[in-house]
């Protein structure tokens, strides 16, 4: 599996060093000169020193060749930029970093599925434990081949209510997000434009869950 990281702050980092690991070629594009020449020197993979957002540069990484390509530079314009430079040359996965909700909004009415808002997450949880609440990040609840899902709804989907979509065996709707609000799946709510369904299931189910929700893409 080929790779291309583009931007090499924390996420970006730990990211290619999971990815070298596993065996897969990564292509890391960093434009900070000083951190570009570091890593050169400390990981087995391919440095480009770069701006990451210009087509040749992705071309030098040979994007049309790539399985993969993830944006987690600190800018959320540069990631959307990036997501659709990777899009026209029909890269299998794109994962957009996104800091920002309204970027988030805009990522997801462009067709992006695959978007990380890591800081939101972390600062929730922080937030909880100041307060004395034991919450779990949901990172720790990734185990095996459970997976937990983030859906915006589609056209398939929207006017029905989520007991009217029949998910596969291990699949389970646990509620969805209208703008700030959450309502539980227990409440079978009706599904508008927008809306972000989030389920539990089985990795090797997947598939069949995009099929039924209306998502006709590769995992």
């Not at 430079?85 to 992006?112: C, H, P, W, Y």
């Amino acid at each position: 599996m080929r790779v291309i990281v583009v931007g090499a702050g924390s996420l970006g980092i730990h990211l290619t060093r999971n990815m070298i690991a596993q065996g897969k070629e990564v292509i890391l594009i960093e434009k900070d000169e000083a951190i570009a020449k570091e890593l050169a020197e400390t990981m087995d993979c391919t440095v480009i020193n770069a701006e990451g957002t210009r087509p040749d540069i992705l071309e030098k990484a040979d994007i049309d060749n790539a399985d993969a390509v993830v944006a987690c530079t600190t800018n959320d314009q540069n990631n959307i930029l990036i997501g659709l430079i990777a899009r026209d040359a029909k890269v299998g996965k794109v994962i957009l970093k996104i800091e920002d909700r309204q970027f988030m909004d805009i990522a997801s009415k462009l067709g992006f599925y695959y978007m990380i808002n890591p800081s939101s997450i972390s600062s929730s949880y922080i937030s909880d434990v100041l307060r004395g609440i034991n919450t779990i990040e949901l990172s720790n609840l990734v185990r095996y081949d459970v997976r937990f899902m983030g859906v915006m709804a589609t056209d398939k989907i929207i006017n029905m209510k989520l007991s009217e979509i029949s998910l596969p065996q291990n699949s389970a709707f646990i509620g969805i997000y209208r703008k700030s609000e959450f309502i539980l799946a227990e409440k079978d709510p009706k599904l508008y434009e927008k809306d972000e369904l989030i389920l539990v299931t089985k990795a090797d189910m997947i598939s069949t869950v995009n099929e039924v929700l209306g998502r006709n893409i590769e995992t």
